[in-house]
């Protein structure tokens, strides 16, 4: 069982940053796409990117220009940071594993609430 | 914004079956594997199939995938009070990875 698990704020103001962490199984990292997906109130799931053990990216087009997903040196961890954030961008937000060999997205993140407000 | 549809819910008792439709386009279910997945509030969502039909360790044959065209569908068999729940579709979409409206599942 892998467990992936989030970690930040739960409160964002207007126009600030959102910073979240993921820790992922370090034997693992290299053969899978590492995912941040998204479900605000109500609503259902939002996928935000994906980052490659390479360093390369794939953003949502509705929210690229203020996403960027990075990973650290250690390799044990990689993040999400949305920018000048909004009310609409409140929602639970998970990481997850994309496993290219089953099309699929094999492991998710308990998920984590972020309330944007003032 | 999403651009597969799903029913907003379904419903039968216990021991029946149910089937959740995901209707999509030739840029995403038409040319992609579909995956399904179960999301009970407050978890963390469940791979039920992925490659349109097949099914990860762990996951009971009740559970089923099939494909046809620009559509997909789950199918539950067996009807447990513990598969109430939400279900989404998910495909890739021009590189993009997209989900389904979302399905609620209920026991009557």
């Known amino acids: 069982q892998v467990q992936l698990q989030e970690s930040g704020p739960g409160l964002v103001k207007p126009s600030e940053t959102l910073s979240l962490t993921c820790t992922v199984p370090?034997?693992?990292?290299?053969?899978?796409?590492w995912s941040w997906i998204r479900q605000p109130p109500g609503k259902g799931l939002q996928w935000i990117g994906y980052?490659?053990?390479?360093?390369?990216?794939n953003y949502n087009p509705s929210l690229k220009s203020r996403v960027t997903i990075s990973m650290d040196t250690s390799k044990t961890q990689f993040s999400l940071k949305l920018s000048s954030v909004t009310a609409a961008d409140t929602a639970v937000y998970y990481c997850?594993?994309?496993?290219?060999?089953?099309?699929?997205?094999?492991?998710w993140g308990q998920g984590t609430l972020v309330t944007v407000s003032s | 914004q999403s651009v597969l549809t799903q029913p907003p819910s379904v419903s039968a008792a216990p021991g029946q079956k149910v089937t959740i439709s995901c209707s999509g386009s030739?840029?995403?279910?038409?040319?992609?594997?579909v995956s399904w997945y179960q999301h009970l509030p407050g978890t963390a969502p469940k791979l039920l199939i992925y490659?349109?039909?097949k099914r990860p360790s762990g996951i009971p044959d009740r559970f089923s995938g099939s494909k046809s065209g620009t559509s997909a569908t789950l199918g539950i068999t067996g009807l447990q009070t513990g598969d109430e729940a939400d279900y989404y579709c998910?495909?890739?979409?021009?590189?993009?990875?997209?989900f389904g409206t979302g399905t609620k599942v209920i026991v009557l």
């Open positions: 998910g495909t890739w979409d021009n590189s993009l990875r997209v």
């Open positions: 980052l490659s053990y390479s360093g390369s990216t």
């Open positions: 997850a594993r994309e496993n290219t060999a089953l099309e699929a997205i094999d492991y």
């Open positions: 490659d349109n039909t």
């Open positions: 370090g034997d693992s990292i290299r053969s899978y796409l």
């Open positions: 030739s840029s995403n279910i038409g040319h992609n594997y």
